[in-house]
């Protein structure tokens, strides 16, 4: 008989055994099914083509911040869990950091990963602009380690760099409006690049626009500052602290900080550094509620000066006045002062045509002239009262008193027929503002910083300003986007309003909701 069946089914069973024996020594399996993936490509460009190596990031809920680069000719390729997924283009050297599909994470496109291929994803990158130039001193020479600051949006945003040893500085922005300021340690003001000369004064400086890719060259000439220095008493004794020293410039109706002194509470002494101009200085006790200011007028070149002040009561309850009556030529204009605590002793008035101060219109009515055709009035009005602060406060601003038309001549000769007299037209009333609610961020505790966001307004082109009041009182300087809060604040609630305007809208306040009470 033969062997090999026998050799066979021997074979057979080794083989069988080793096998069971690899299983129950842990011998390698067939691996598991890997977690499920597939990819999301597509292309990053700008204004010149292909961005090569920029920096793509894949944010999702399974794997957060993948990135890679782009390859030389801009295309990418992701490999990602199954998942979806929101992506960043950034490369900051050259470009401005692009949300594919959005400005931000919240409104981007999401793409879904799955077993099919993401692909076809394009972005173009906005190329950056260069803000460069040499800041230089009041003789000629370099300022070494001057910040400069390119302002954008209204002066609510900007980019900052400081100049080298040779006073050159280079900025990196997006394309956009530009406001481009200097400042340097010592006796040299703020200073703002203006195509009439460098200037001290933020409303004279030059706001110019600057598209991708382009180089704007901006060269500024600081100014030597007049100082101003001098004792700060409260009701004959100095005060101790939470004293504010700031110097406000007119801008329009309104005033802007333009610099902030310093104060010493030790020997009640202050310093504060101003360029040439107009400007209230303003000494606020905010822990005393005790207030004054002065007017001055400073030149180039002005020599320090000295100035003492003494900071007096504010009002309990001040009011904001308003104006009776129609604006138009002719018609009478009536100011309300409205309720003041305590009590002042009288109050004095003066009227204003677009902010500025009608001559001789210091009483509480004012008679519409023919020279108000065209403008909006507004009235300020001054509670006087012994041992307070001389404090006032300025009311809206009438609607635009209408043009009246011009007449049509008398023919010299007898018409006939008799020609139809043309009608007077009617006024075009003011174009609207429209605004969302604004919004306080911020934690409401002593010592912390609220912030203001304004909320969505239409058209574009406003002009903004904000109040903040403590439990509905306006407190007094208190007209930037954020506030710092006091001692006085704790245990009261908090509100903003921000004031838009433009030429030939009516003017729109809106009030935030009320902070919590403060800590």
């Keep these: ?30 691996p598991a099914h890997a977690a499920d993936t597939g990819t999301l490509s597509g292309t990053i460009t700008d204004s010149h083509g292909p961005v090569a190596y920029a920096t793509v990031t894949a944010y999702g809920s399974i794997n957060n911040g993948t990135s890679i680069l782009t390859d030389a000719d ?179 109706s309104g005033w802007n900080a333009v610099s902030q002194g310093t104060y010493n509470a030790s020997d009640g002494t202050y310093d504060l550094l ?8 303003s000494f606020n006790q905010s822990d005393a509620s005790r207030y004054t200011e002065q007017r001055v007028v400073v030149t180039t070149g002005e020599a320090d000066q000295s100035l003492d002040a003494d900071c007096l009561p504010l009002y309990d309850t001040v009011a904001t006045p308003t104006i009776t009556g129609t604006a138009a030529v002719g018609s009478i204009l009536i100011a309300d002062p409205g309720t003041w605590s305590p009590a002042p002793d009288s109050f004095a ?27 909006q009035l507004a009235v300020i009005v001054t509670a006087i009262k012994t041992g307070y602060f001389h404090d006032y406060y300025q009311s809206s601003p009438t609607a635009t008193v209408p043009v009246a038309p011009t007449p049509t001549p008398t023919p010299t000769a007898t018409p006939t027929p008799t ?28 010592g912390k910083s609220l912030k203001v966001n304004r ?33 006085s604040d704790k245990s009261k609630y908090l509100t903003v309003k921000v004031t838009a305007k433009r030429t030939g809208y009516k003017t729109l306040s809106l009030t935030s909701k009320k902070t919590t009470k403060v800590r």
Aim: no cysteine; proline share 6%; charged share 10%.
């Design 1 to 30: 008989m033969s062997s090999t069946p026998r050799r066979g089914r021997l074979a057979t069973a080794i083989v069988t055994l080793l096998t069971t024996v690899g299983l129950l020594v842990g011998a390698a399996p067939t």
């Design 74 to 252: 801009g295309t990418f390729t992701f490999s990602l869990d199954y998942g979806s997924y929101r992506i960043l283009a950034s490369d900051p050297a050259h470009h401005l950091m692009s949300w594919i599909g959005g400005t931000e994470y919240g409104n981007a496109t999401t793409y879904t990963v799955s077993a099919t291929p993401v692909t076809g994803i394009t972005t173009s990158m906005v190329r950056l602009a260069t803000i460069s130039g040499t800041i230089h001193l009041p003789d000629g020479s370099p300022a070494s380690g001057a910040q400069v600051i390119a302002w954008a949006n209204a002066g609510t945003s900007g980019a900052s760099s400081t100049t080298d040893a040779s006073g050159h500085y280079d900025i990196s922005v997006g394309p956009g409006s530009f406001l481009v300021q200097a400042q340097v340690a010592g006796n040299y003001p703020t200073t703002f690049y203006s195509t009439d000369g460098s200037t001290t004064q933020r409303g004279q400086g030059t706001t110019f626009t600057i598209g991708e890719d382009a180089n704007q060259i901006v060269d500024i000439t600081l100014a030597t500052g007049t100082r101003f220095t001098g004792t700060i008493t409260s009701v004959g004794s100095k005060p101790t602290g939470n004293v504010s020293v700031v110097g406000w410039q007119q801008v329009g």
């Design 274 to 281: 101003l360029g040439a101009g107009t400007y209230i200085i």
């Design 349 to 375: 008035y003066q009227w204003l045509r677009n902010g500025t101060e009608i001559p001789g219109a210091v009483a509480s009515n004012y008679t519409v002239s023919a020279a108000d055709q065209g403008a």
């Design 419 to 446: 020609p139809t007299p043309t009608p007077t037209p009617t006024p075009t009333p003011a174009k609207k503002i429209s605004g969302t609610t604004p919004k306080i961020t911020g934690s409401a505790k002593v």
């Design 455 to 487: 909320g969505t307004w239409s058209p574009s082109g406003l002009t903004y300003r904000y109040q903040w009041y403590r439990n509905g009182k306006a407190i007094k300087a208190a007209t930037k986007s954020s506030y710092k809060l006091t001692k």
